[in-house]
T-cell receptor, first 111, second 109 residues
Framework: AQSVTQLDSQVPVFEEAPVELRCNYSSSVSVYLFWYVQYPNQGLQLLLK??????LVKGINGFEAEFNKSQTSFHLRKPSVHISDTAEYFCAVSVNYIPTFGRGTSLIVHP | NAGVTQTPKFQVLKTGQSMTLQCAQD?????MYWYRQDPGMGLRLIYYSASEGTTDKGEVPNGYNVSRLNKREFSLRLESAAPSQTSVYFCASSEGPKHFGDGTRLSIL
């Protein structure tokens, strides 16, 4: 069975600073990888996904993530965050289209 | 969230009561999912349906039943609600999944 570890439960950062949200996974088979964002009292919104091909994946809202097979990681990055990026972020690994989610990282952007 | 509609948005039940959470999508997706979200636990899969007429258990199916009556609708039923089922429930559709509803906030007293 696959598993996902989001290494930070909370990441505080100042506005316009870069940010990296870390995600590691374990699986004995090939996986698909996803990042989602959840704003308060809303459902999840897909930020980006890795299915195959280029290991650098660009998503919405200026986010990108890099798939590293040797380190089994899929870290999410943004070069300059905004106040509006304050939200909960979830990494997920999918095998046969059945995803397993991490416990989430709360990104808090301070002015 | 466009495309996935959940009802109701809020519900309070007493222990032992039953209820059905409704979910419908208008994007012609084959796959649909039910998750529960609890603080610090992420999302945990309750049941999923790969296509109309098929359903499979996820990580936490005990105490729940589902029904995929047609391609659009995927309902989740609690036959005898327990306080441990207090949670936020999300329905989702399409492989990934890509689209989530806004959730049903369920409290069981």
């Amino acid at each position: 069975a696959q598993s996902v570890t989001q290494l930070d439960s909370q990441v505080p950062v100042f506005e316009e600073a870069p940010v990296e949200l870390r995600c590691n996974y374990s699986s004995s088979v090939s996986v698909y990888l996803f990042w989602y964002v959840q704003y308060p009292n809303q459902g999840l919104q897909l930020l980006l996904k890795y299915l195959s091909g280029s290991t650098l994946v660009k998503g919405i809202n200026g986010f990108e993530a890099e798939f590293n097979k040797s380190q089994t990681s899929f870290h999410l990055r943004k070069p300059s965050v905004h106040i509006s990026d304050t939200a909960e972020y979830f990494c997920a690994v999918s095998v046969n289209y059945i995803p397993t989610f991490g416990r989430g990282t709360s990104l808090i952007v301070h002015p | 969230n466009a495309g996935v509609t959940q009802t109701p948005k809020f519900q309070v039940l007493k222990t032992g009561q039953s209820m059905t959470l409704q979910c419908a999508q208008d994007m012609n997706h084959n796959s649909m999912y039910w998750y529960r979200q609890d603080p610090g636990m992420g999302l945990r899969l309750i049941y999923y349906s790969a296509s109309e007429g098929t359903t499979d258990k996820g990580e936490v199916p005990n105490g729940y039943n589902v029904s995929r009556l047609n391609k659009r609708e995927f309902s989740l039923r609690l036959e005898s609600a327990a306080p441990s089922q207090t949670s936020v429930y999300f329905c989702a559709s399409s492989e990934g999944p890509k689209h989530f509803g806004d959730g049903t906030r369920l409290s069981i007293l």
